[in-house]
């Protein structure tokens, strides 16, 4: 894993945490909890290239 991309996500979880934060201090609850979904879709969608070259690398080590 590059640490490229764990720069990456921890810039993604501090931008939701500072969103997050904000938007429950303006009362809107529901604003914060998409904005933390949103988070998690963004950093998913950056390490499925990763997930996937592990499920490669297993399949090839154990012969599946």
Do not use: C, P, Q
Request: charged share 20%; hydrophobic share 65%; net charge negative.
């Amino acid at each position: 894993m590059e640490l490229d991309l764990v720069f990456k996500i921890a810039g993604v979880g501090i931008i939701v945490a500072v969103l997050s934060m904000l938007l429950k201090k303006a009362d809107r609850d529901e604003y914060a909890m998409m904005t933390a979904i949103a988070g998690l879709i963004v950093v998913l969608a950056m390490i499925i290239n990763e997930i996937a070259e592990l499920f490669a690398t297993v399949k090839t080590v154990f012969g599946f």
